[in-house]
């Protein structure tokens, strides 16, 4: 049972667009939020978190936003650069005792020019 | 330079031959973890450790023992690989627990034959 679900294996942006990519989630008790991108042979790194008591968290380049009563959380990246090319990691924790992380299957995002 | 190394970054061996997987960081983290990534299936934790001589089980540990006498090393044993255990390793830190950023390590291909 899949408690993190990105629906969208791959998606395909142009160069200076806006990506979007969503994550839902079932675990009501899920209270941290976090992305993560992946290259190819390396490990994923940490992009940016929200906490459950935000709606939105922004870094830069980089948007979280988050609906609690949908169980719906989603990434903007804007404006898209070739070198976000990688696979993105939605991620949710509901225990800061153990910081548990509960990963999505990741969606491929291919920035073209 | 802060980082979580791994070795070895690929192994193909045969089934029932005990392996060890090493993890280090050099960050002074308490908190560390082991993670698999399967296709479909996204990263799932493996075991997780609060502390030197503190580990737990995470959501698939069958297969897999690991131990943490130090700080810095967090290596992951597998006893008698089966060919299920054909995986992409990720072993992660943090400085502690309480919904702290996770540093990953570059990951390790194993395939069992």
């Known amino acids: 049972d899949q408690q993190v679900k990105q629906n969208s294996p791959s998606l395909s942006v142009q160069e200076g667009r806006i990506s979007i990519l969503n994550c839902d989630y079932t675990?009501?008790?899920?209270?941290?939020f976090l992305w993560y991108k992946k290259y190819p042979a390396e490990g994923p790194t940490f992009l940016i978190s929200i906490s459950s008591i935000k709606d939105k968290n922004e870094d830069g380049r980089f948007t979280v936003f988050l609906n609690k009563s949908a169980k719906h959380l989603s990434l903007h990246i804007v404006p898209s650069q070739p070198g976000d090319s990688a696979v993105y990691f939605c991620a949710a924790s509901g225990d800061p005792n153990t910081d548990k992380l509960i990963f999505g299957t990741g969606t491929r995002l291919q920035v073209f020019p | 330079e802060a980082q979580v190394t791994q070795n070895p970054r690929y192994l193909i061996t045969v089934t029932g031959k005990k392996l060890t997987v090493t993890c280090s960081q050099n960050m002074n983290h308490e908190y560390m973890s082991w993670y698999r990534q399967d296709p479909g299936l996204g990263l799932r934790q493996i075991y997780y450790?609060?502390?030197?001589?503190?580990?737990d089980k995470g959501d698939v540990p069958e297969g897999y023992k690991v131990s943490r006498k130090e700080k810095r090393n967090f290596p992951l044993i597998l006893e008698s690989p089966s060919p299920n255990q054909t995986s992409l390793y990720f072993c992660a830190s943090s400085l502690e627990t309480g919904y702290n950023e996770q540093f990953f390590g570059p990951g390790t291909r194993l395939t069992v034959l």
């Open positions: 450790s609060m502390n030197v001589e503190v580990t």
């Open positions: 675990n009501s008790m899920f209270d941290y």
